[in-house]
């Protein structure tokens, strides 16, 4: 896959919710492969990470977190868990 495809699905992510056109994002997000989506989030800012963390089909979030690197995986951990507010102090 080139670098050019790969970056397809993170500017297409970022234009949607940046246009508010994300109603539907969780629909989208299960056409992708976990590794698209992993590469996706790692490359888009800790926000909008989070909100397309909440659209991801729960049916593929334990597969997506062996996708990113670690750092991203405890955030997307934390913000998952209620009343977690920050990450606990792991070495990255």
């Known amino acids: ?16 919710l940046l246009d508010g056109r994300h109603n539907h994002l969780d629909e989208a997000l299960s056409l992708f492969h976990p590794a698209i ?10 926000r909008q ?7 991801v089909p729960a049916e593929l979030k334990g597969e997506l977190l062996l996708e990113v ?8 951990i934390a913000a998952r868990v209620p009343g977690v507010d920050d990450a606990p102090d792991y070495p990255v």
């Open 37 to 46: 989506i992993g590469h996706a989030l790692e490359a888009l800012p800790a």
């Open 69 to 76: 690197n670690r750092a991203v995986r405890v955030q997307l």
């Open 1 to 16: 896959m080139s670098l050019e495809r790969a970056r397809e699905p993170v500017t297409w992510l970022t234009e949607n």
């Open 49 to 55: 990470r989070e909100r397309v963390w909440q659209a």
